[in-house]
């Protein structure tokens, strides 16, 4: 059996799926992701990235009105995980897990916070229209 280590840096590449404002998207979504990870063999990183899309899709299609798309990156051996959507305001800042106990909803960027080695946001806009892109990165060296 093959010896597997960290995966090779390669080339960088990107992907982006865009997605209709319906929260069915964020199983296509998460199922995707899958699948560009084994293509890429990417496969160790997975779980957690899934854990990311799903968070920060469900964020997307959730708090605002209009479309959304999936964006993965991969570069210099991180993969970025983001979620655009048609809102420019920022994402409200994550609260601490020892708040969300309780709480029925409000975990989704506390999750990404914790589980990315690095996290943010940025305006984005795409065909005119401005938006925003919450991205978590996994280092995978």
Same mark, same amino acid.
């Given at each position: 059996?093959?010896?597997?280590?960290? =995966?090779?840096?390669?080339?960088?590449?990107?992907?982006?799926?865009?997605?209709?404002?319906?929260?069915? #998207?964020?199983?296509?979504?998460?199922?995707?992701?899958?699948?560009? @990870?084994?293509?890429?063999?990417?496969? %160790?990183?997975?779980?957690?990235?899934?854990? @990311?899309?799903?968070?920060?899709?469900?964020?997307?299609?959730?708090?605002?009105?209009?479309? #959304?798309?999936?964006?993965?990156?991969?570069? #210099?051996?991180?993969?970025?995980?983001? %979620?655009?959507?048609?809102?420019?305001?920022?994402?409200?800042?994550?609260? =601490?897990?020892?708040?969300?106990?309780?709480?029925?909803?409000?975990?989704?960027?506390?999750?990404?916070? %914790?589980?990315?080695?690095?996290?943010?946001?940025?305006?984005?806009?795409?065909?005119?229209?401005?938006?925003?892109?919450?991205?978590?990165?996994?280092?995978?060296?």
């Amino acid at each position: 059996m093959p010896e597997t280590g960290p =995966p090779a840096l390669g080339e960088p590449w990107e992907y982006t799926l865009y997605i209709p404002h319906d929260l069915r #998207a964020v199983t296509v979504s998460r199922r995707t992701l899958r699948l560009i @990870l084994a293509a890429h063999d990417l496969t %160790a990183l997975s779980d957690t990235a899934e854990l @990311l899309a799903t968070e920060l899709v469900s964020n997307a299609v959730r708090h605002t009105k209009g479309p #959304a798309a999936l964006r993965v990156r991969w570069s #210099a051996g991180v993969l970025r995980v983001g %979620a655009w959507d048609g809102d420019p305001q920022p994402p409200e800042p994550p609260r =601490p897990f020892t708040a969300l106990t309780d709480a029925e909803d409000g975990r989704g960027l506390a999750l990404v916070r %914790a589980c990315a080695d690095l996290w943010g946001w940025q305006p984005l806009a795409r065909n005119g229209s401005r938006g925003k892109l919450v991205w978590g990165d996994l280092d995978a060296v």
